[in-house]
Structures are given as structure tokens and as C-alpha cells.
């Protein structure tokens, strides 16, 4: 069964500094990645799909890769700003399992 | 247009009563399910429903029934509320092969 670890737990940053977040999974044979975004009691939203053919994926300053051999995708966010303060989420599903997710990173960007 | 659409948004009720949260996608999607998310904010998957079908049931107490009339529509009926009810509850929809998921904005349900 698919376990997905995120790793920092949490990460407080000042503006304008590169980042890097870190996912890794029990099951390697990884089918659909997706990050997501949560802001404080809002909903989920999607940032960016690797699918098991691809090794990577850009929006603007996100880029999101994708290592199948060893288990893990990182998502690397340019030039943070106050705006990408929010709880990361990256999850993996197939072909008959829904998406299963890691706990998230918090990240927090200080002006 | 919002594309998976979730009510109400928020709900606060005593233990034992029952209530029902809607869910509804306007995607064309035909795969829907509803997640859990805790007190410490870990999202889990409780049911997946595929063209108005179950097909995952993930260790929940049989006070949640899922209803799905058609495959835009997936809602949850909770009977007996208790006070470990609370949490943040998540519908949401993908299309054939899982490429990509859409979530609606949750139902923040506060059993007192």
C-alpha cells in the first residue's frame, strides 16, 4: 500500500529565496503525481500533474520533477513570495487506488 | 462556474443527530469520492464511486452512506454524529485513467 512521506514537515523562508519541497514514496511504480496547495481553511488546489509517462512539469515558478526509480518528486518554487505561504500536498494514485497523500509541508514566506 | 461544488460549506450539529453533505461536478468526470481531513490536517480517502458505483470503502463506520443518483452527484449521509465526526469533509472528481483530480472547498463539519 502507498505511503507517501513529505519532507520538511515545515519551512519558514524570507522572500525571494528558491525552495525546495521533498516527497517520497513507499511504491516507486508511481502512475499520476499531483501537487496541491491548501491555504488555511480553504479547499485544495491542484498546481501541477506528472503523469507516469513524464519526468517533469513547469507553472511560472513552480517546477515539479518526477524520479520514478528512486520514489520521489521535489517541487521547486523560484523567487518565493508572502502569496506562496500555504500547506503543500503532493499525492499518488492508480489505476485503482484513489490519491493517497502526504501530510503536507507549511510553508511560510516572510516579507 | 465552479467545477466541484460542495454543501454546505459549514455544519455544526449535536451528537446523535444525523445530516447529509451534497456534492456535485460539472466536469464530465466519472469517477467522484469523499476524504476525510483530521484535526491534523491528514487527508484520507473514505469512498470512491465510479459511475454511480462503490468501489472503495476505506475502513469507515456504516453510519456514512454514500449516495450517488447519477455520476455528477456523490453525497454523504452520516447517522448517530459523534464527536470524533469532526473534521474538514472533501468531495472530489476525476476523469478516466485518474488523470487528475479536482477538489471542492470542503464542509467543515463541528459535532458538539
Known amino acids: 500500500k502507498q505511503e507517501v512521506t513529505q519532507i520538511p514537515a515545515a519551512l519558514s523562508v524570507p522572500e525571494g529565496e528558491n525552495l525546495v519541497l521533498n516527497c517520497s514514496f513507499t511504491?516507486?511504480?508511481?502512475?499520476?503525481l499531483q501537487w496541491f496547495r491548501q491555504d488555511p481553511g480553504k479547499g485544495l488546489t491542484s498546481l501541477l500533474l506528472?503523469?507516469?509517462?513524464?519526468r517533469e512539469q513547469t507553472s511560472g515558478r513552480l517546477n515539479a520533477s518526477l524520479d520514478k526509480s528512486s520514489g520521489r518528486s521535489t517541487l521547486y518554487i523560484a523567487a518565493s513570495q508572502p502569496g506562496d505561504s500555504a500547506t503543500y500536498l503532493c499525492?499518488?494514485?492508480?489505476?485503482?487506488?484513489?490519491?493517497?497523500f502526504g501530510k503536507g509541508t507549511r510553508l511560510s514566506v516572510i516579507a | 462556474d465552479t467545477a466541484v461544488s460542495q454543501t454546505p460549506k459549514y455544519l455544526v450539529t449535536q451528537m446523535g443527530n444525523d445530516k447529509s453533505i451534497k456534492c456535485e461536478q460539472n466536469?464530465?468526470?466519472?469517477?467522484m469520492y469523499w476524504y476525510k481531513q483530521d484535526s491534523k490536517k491528514f487527508l484520507k480517502i473514505m469512498f470512491s464511486?465510479?459511475?454511480?458505483?462503490?468501489?472503495i470503502n476505506e475502513t469507515v463506520p456504516n453510519r456514512f452512506s454514500p449516495k450517488s443518483p447519477d455520476k455528477a452527484h456523490l453525497n454523504l449521509h452520516i447517522n448517530s454524529l459523534e464527536l470524533g465526526d469532526s473534521a474538514v469533509y472533501f468531495c472530489?472528481?476525476?476523469?478516466?485513467?485518474?488523470?487528475?483530480?479536482?477538489f471542492g472547498s470542503g464542509t467543515r463539519l463541528t459535532v458538539v
Open positions: 472530489a472528481s476525476s476523469p478516466p485513467g485518474r488523470y487528475g483530480y479536482t
Open positions: 511504491d516507486s511504480a508511481i502512475y499520476n
Open positions: 506528472i503523469q507516469s509517462s513524464q
Open positions: 499525492a499518488d494514485c492508480d489505476h485503482n487506488t484513489p490519491l493517497v
Open positions: 466536469l464530465g468526470h466519472d469517477t
Open positions: 464511486y465510479n459511475n454511480k458505483e462503490l468501489i
